[in-house]
């Protein structure tokens, strides 16, 4: 009996210990500057990617990143490809109809871009205009909600460096975007001194949500925890503000 309750003990905590140590895939759209893309050798880089690892190393999993294009984001988690996105996606009703979600672990508002010369006084002023966003986005459903419904012609991409290069090209008046990502990317390149944030910052929660949470497969309680556990303990070691400091100038963690 002795022999059997210790090969029970042994059994147990090399169990612990794998679940301590194995992969956590985690799914990234590296297209979305500065919270998730590529460096020049093609290695993920960014906020997203930089929290991601730290939350690893806090809960001693071993990040293995996953691409995917963002309107698959979720039916590959149910497909169980990965098993958490974290990619500044957006905590909504709708998608917690499907998934659940951790925390946020930062919130920042989005707003219109628009061409300098496009005079702007709410939405049913640039009727006819053309708006690219990023499909299956919070600000796909934004631009839907608020902007077709004044006659904004609304053109879906996959990604969203695709809807900068059809501005760019000339093919579309602007775009609706987290703050931060077009401030921090297309703003700041040759020929964003063009355009120009026009109208109030876009918290909507109808739209936007609560904040960029981490989604992961319902009926994860305990790596739900964990992660939460997680973002707290590197919000409150140093590790977050570190993260945060590089990219930005101010917390993002937000409101």
Same mark, same amino acid.
């Given at each position: 009996?002795?022999?059997?309750?210790?090969?029970?003990?042994?059994?147990?905590?090399?169990?612990?210990?794998?679940?301590?140590?194995?992969?956590?895939?985690?799914?990234?759209?590296?297209? %979305?500057?500065?919270?998730?893309?590529?460096?020049? =050798?093609? &290695?993920?880089?960014?906020? $997203?990617?930089?929290? @991601?690892?730290? #939350?690893?190393?806090?809960?001693?999993?071993?990040?293995?990143?996953?691409?995917?294009?963002?309107?698959?984001?979720?039916?590959?988690?149910?497909?169980?490809?990965?098993?958490?996105?974290?990619?500044?996606?957006?905590?909504?009703?709708?998608?917690?109809?499907?998934?659940?979600?951790?925390?946020?672990?930062?919130?920042?508002?989005?707003?219109?871009?628009?061409?300098?010369?496009?005079?702007?006084?709410?939405?049913?002023?640039?009727?006819?205009?053309?708006?690219?966003?990023?499909?299956?986005?919070?600000?796909?459903?934004?631009?839907?909600?608020?902007?077709?419904?004044?006659?904004?012609?609304?053109?879906? %991409?996959?990604?969203?460096?695709?809807?900068?290069? =059809?501005? &760019?090209?000339?093919?579309? $008046?602007?775009?609706? @975007?987290?703050? #931060?990502?077009?401030?921090?990317?297309?703003?700041?390149?040759?020929?964003?001194?063009?355009?120009?944030?026009?109208?109030?910052?876009?918290?909507?929660?109808?739209?936007?949500?609560?904040?960029?949470?981490?989604?992961?497969r319902k009926g994860q309680a305990d790596l739900k925890k964990e992660l939460n556990a997680?973002?707290?303990?590197?919000?409150?070691?140093?590790?977050?503000?570190?993260?945060?400091?590089?990219?930005?100038?101010?917390?993002?963690?937000?409101?």
């Amino acid at each position: 009996m002795k022999k059997l309750l210790l090969a029970a003990a042994i059994s147990a905590l090399c169990a612990s210990a794998f679940a301590q140590g194995k992969d956590l895939k985690v799914a990234i759209d590296p297209t %979305y500057e500065p919270f998730t893309f590529k460096t020049a =050798d093609g &290695k993920p880089t960014g906020f $997203d990617v930089d929290i @991601a690892s730290a #939350l690893c190393e806090q809960i001693k999993r071993k990040c293995v990143f996953v691409e995917q294009a963002w309107d698959g984001m979720i039916p590959g988690l149910l497909a169980k490809k990965y098993d958490v996105i974290i990619s500044s996606m957006s905590i909504t009703e709708e998608r917690l109809k499907q998934v659940d979600f951790t925390d946020k672990y930062y919130n920042t508002p989005s707003k219109i871009v628009l061409k300098k010369d496009i005079k702007f006084d709410g939405p049913a002023s640039i009727k006819g205009k053309k708006i690219g966003v990023l499909k299956a986005s919070t600000q796909e459903k934004y631009a839907q909600g608020e902007l077709k419904t004044k006659g904004v012609e609304i053109v879906s %991409y996959d990604a969203q460096d695709q809807v900068y290069l =059809d501005i &760019k090209a000339g093919r579309l $008046d602007g775009t609706v @975007a987290d703050t #931060l990502e077009v401030g921090g990317g297309f703003l700041s390149k040759p020929g964003g001194e063009n355009y120009q944030f026009v109208g109030p910052e876009l918290y909507i929660p109808k739209y936007f949500g609560t904040g960029a949470g981490i989604a992961l497969r319902k009926g994860q309680a305990d790596l739900k925890k964990e992660l939460n556990a997680g973002i707290k303990a590197i919000r409150g070691n140093g590790k977050y503000k570190a993260i945060n400091d590089k990219y930005f100038k101010f917390d993002v963690y937000g409101k």
